[in-house]
């Protein structure tokens, strides 16, 4: 397994698990080969000209577009079992964290993967909670006959998908704690990387996602210190030099909720200042009001 921190901006990193050893069809999991099955599936609907299964997909991958890029990170490092715990900590497996050392410094490279690891758990195991609360309520939806119980196996899925971000950070949890991770700082990142450092960043030391995270999650007004560092064009040429096209994806992804995440905030700050501005017209202040205080 082999991991990789890539910067999205000057406080937020998507997390990417590369999977190194593929196991064969008789050693997958019970939850791969539902998964794999499941995606067969899907991109059969998907290969459809028209047809319920096609609006399905439609709908289907909008909704998709729109679950958290952490989560998917989370979900792309493979849940941890007895057997996996044995291979990592006899070292017979090696797992190596590669990000460019330009934007992270070696030094903070393992505390931005405890916090990514660590600060959504919580949020997973409510979801996780509500969706399984969800599906025997949605279980009678089965009884409409021909389209498939749609709202039911959302939940399913939904309710998987949480429980895979868990297992992807206790994975993430025991690789440091034990530390298992050997550092790799690229310099095909670095190179990537060098030109999209906004001035900003150049004299000062770089300053990690761990150093920011805390500050953007305490005060959510905190968008204009947050510089965007990719493009999809730039992330698209990651995933080409790294020679992994599923990455491309989830960068592709990444990039587009962070950019629409900034933009809406952007609009909520103008329309709140907009909405504050006749107020102020409306309560002038009166001559000589200031020197009487």
């Not at 991770?181 to 906004?198: G, H, Q, R, V």
Request: glycine fraction near 4%.
């Amino acid at each position: 397994m082999r991991l990789y921190l890539l910067p999205l901006t000057t406080s937020r990193t998507l997390l990417y698990s590369q999977r190194l050893n593929i196991a064969t069809t008789n050693k997958q999991g019970l939850a791969d080969k539902v998964s794999k099955k499941a995606s067969n599936l899907w991109a059969g609907w998907e290969a459809k000209e028209s047809g319920w299964q096609k609006k399905v997909v439609s709908y289907g991958n909008y909704a998709l577009r729109r679950i958290p890029y952490e989560e998917w990170g989370l979900k792309s490092v493979p849940s941890i079992s007895a057997r996996r715990k044995d291979e990592e900590l006899k070292g017979k497996e090696k797992i190596e964290l590669v990000y460019p050392d330009t934007i992270i410094p070696t030094t903070k490279a393992e505390s931005v993967v405890r916090t990514l690891a660590t600060e959504r758990d919580a949020l997973h195991k409510k979801k996780l909670i509500w969706c399984l609360i969800g599906m025997p309520i949605s279980a009678p939806f089965a009884l409409v006959p021909v389209i498939p119980n749609l709202p039911f196996f959302y939940l399913v899925y939904r309710a998987w998908s949480h429980w895979r971000a868990l297992e992807g950070g206790k994975h993430l949890r025991f690789l440091l704690d034990n530390k298992l991770l050997a550092l790799a700082p690229s310099k095909l990142l670095n190179d990537i990387y060098t030109p999209l450092i906004p001035d900003s960043m150049s004299p000062a030391p770089p300053k990690s996602p761990a150093d920011t995270a805390a500050s953007r999650n305490g005060n959510p007004d905190v968008v204009d210190d947050d510089e965007i560092l990719l493009s999809q064009a730039n992330g698209q040429r990651i995933a080409k030099a790294l020679e992994l096209p599923e990455l491309g994806v989830e960068i592709e992804r990444a990039i587009w909720q962070v950019n629409h995440a900034k933009k809406v905030k952007h609009d909520e700050v103008a329309k709140k200042t907009n909405t504050d501005a006749p107020k102020d017209k409306e309560n002038p202040a009166k001559p000589g009001q200031d020197e009487k205080r």
